[in-house]
């Protein structure tokens, strides 16, 4: 008789590749030459030969490959268990083999505990100003890398300015999504529309304020990573919140 492919598909999958005994891989990861390296052994408990390692006539020649009666190990401890068959009993092998099972089951049926994703924010990092933007070139530098965006514009706009604020965020958060990729003039091209809108907004009575605000996005199956959000005020002229300064103005 010989070991079933579905025997084997069985002995292996409870095995976890893993050695029954010292617990090391059994299949190693395949190089930049070669192929996977497979370490491990399909071995019988009972052997099926009189002179064999806790050969014993009570079972029967059925049974001598089935699932029952084999056990994965890697090559030392293969040899270790047929050369050492007093100490490596029929009971103590079958002893090691349900317990590498269970402990195989137990570890692929324990669900990863996975935090849940969350932007965490830093205090210090929340800017308490913003600067007002000159051009639409200092804006897009400043917009580019933020993943997030929290906007501030006067609730009572009319049908004309809400188009006008709506417009102009959008402008910018579609060139800060394809920013990257994109071509050096594309990227002029960029400045130039949001610059053109901010001058339209000018021209209407209001003003643009930025600052990013550095994040960090954590949870999930990765650490944390940074996640750099932009605030981004369109206020109008004369706002109580505008503080003037020598050197320019800010919120």
């Known amino acids: ?25 059994l299949v190693l990861d395949k ?3 070669d192929g996977e390296s497979v370490v491990g052994d399909e071995c019988h408990i009972v052997s099926e030969k009189k002179d064999g390692p806790r050969f014993t006539a009570d079972i029967p020649l059925e049974e001598i490959d089935s699932e029952a009666n084999l056990i994965i190990l890697c090559k030392t401890h293969h040899k270790m268990i047929d050369d050492q068959v007093e100490t490596y009993t029929v009971d103590l092998l079958t002893h090691i083999k349900k317990n590498h099972e269970k402990w195989v089951e137990t570890k692929f049926s324990q669900e990863e505990i996975i935090k849940p994703v969350r932007i965490k924010r830093y205090k210090k990092e929340i800017p308490q100003k913003l600067a007002r933007m000159l051009s639409g070139k200092a804006l897009l530098n400043l917009a580019v890398g933020c993943s997030a965006m929290y906007q501030d ?24 999504d394809i920013y990257d990729p994109i071509e050096p003039f594309e990227k002029v091209r960029a400045a130039k529309s949001i610059h053109d809108d901010m001058v ?25 990573t ?26």
């Open 200 to 224: 339209e907004l000018d021209k209407n009575g209001f003003l643009v304020f930025a600052e990013p605000e550095k994040q960090i996005l954590e949870g999930g199956i990765s650490e944390g």
């Open 1 to 25: 008789m010989a070991i079933s492919d579905r025997t084997r598909k069985i002995l292996w999958v409870k095995t976890g590749n893993r050695c029954a005994i010292c617990r090391q891989k």
């Open 31 to 33: 190089t930049e030459l």
């Open 226 to 251: 940074a996640w750099n959000a932009l605030h981004l005020s369109i206020l109008r002229k004369g706002d109580p919140r505008i503080i003037k300064r020598s050197e320019g103005e800010e919120t």
């Open 153 to 176: 514009y006067p609730d009572d706009l009319s049908t004309e300015e809400t188009e006008l604020i709506g417009g102009f965020i959008q402008t910018v958060t579609d060139w800060v």
